[in-house]
């Protein structure tokens, strides 16, 4: 029996008032489970960015519903005033650029949400290992950014978001930056986390040839998400 994960009812967002105001998203329903891979396609403008950081709860809706996993979190408006919260404890953000922290190393990189939510150092150092060693880049574990290349920086940046152990991974892109061959390898990780630890991953994707790697295609056609 699969597990939901995300469920999107009725969604809309405006942009502007008046003559001005710009619809974005009309009226969007889906749901995606548990244990799936799914890529987000549409042109550019077509509020893929903003879609995802509705679900993420950093742009707020202009109406509609979304859950997270079985708790409800906005109904024509936030449901709680701890969206940060939710941020930090069930969502993982991977971005187009890797965002990390150039003055600290990758383990340092790794262990900082975590310890933000409260976890020891001595923990955090130990569960950020296992990501590292799980995205064979152990060795790389006390450099600096600078001295690794983009797919091992984007595969630090894939072990950050897991570092909070959350329920939904939410990429923008994060294969825009690398060459086709690393940009499989990246998907390929993505799907597979989202097997091995049983969370949704949604990808923004411009890029054709990582479809077939996903288990399905959400696309904003019209204003409207189309499920493929």
Request: hydrophobic share 40%.
């Amino acid at each position: 029996m699969k597990e939901q994960s995300i469920k999107v009812t009725n969604l809309v967002k405006k942009f502007g008032k008046g003559e001005s105001e710009v619809h974005v998203i009309d009226n969007a329903d889906f749901l995606v489970n548990k244990g799936e891979l799914v890529a987000l396609i549409a042109p550019s403008g077509a509020g893929k960015t903003t879609l995802l950081m509705m679900i993420g709860c950093v742009e707020e809706p202009t109406s509609g519903q979304i859950w997270l996993g079985d708790e409800k979190v906005y109904d024509n408006e936030w449901l709680t005033n701890e969206t940060r919260k939710i941020r930090r404890e069930k969502i993982g953000f991977i971005f187009q650029s890797h965002y990390l922290i150039p003055f600290l190393n990758i383990i340092e990189n790794v262990t900082l949400v975590s310890q933000v939510n409260g976890v020891s150092k001595e923990e955090s150092e130990r569960e950020a290992m296992e990501l590292l060693e799980y995205f064979d880049i152990a060795d790389k574990a006390y450099e600096m950014s600078s001295s690794l290349s983009g797919g091992q920086n984007q595969r630090v940046a894939i072990a950050r978001a897991l570092a909070n152990k959350p329920e939904i991974i939410l990429a923008d892109e994060p294969t825009a930056a690398l060459d086709s061959e690393r940009s499989v390898d990246v998907v390929k990780m993505l799907k597979r986390i989202a097997i091995d630890q049983n969370v949704a991953v949604i990808m923004v994707t411009h890029d054709e040839a990582m479809l077939p790697l996903c288990d399905r295609i959400l696309k904003i056609e019209h204003k409207k998400i189309v499920s493929t």
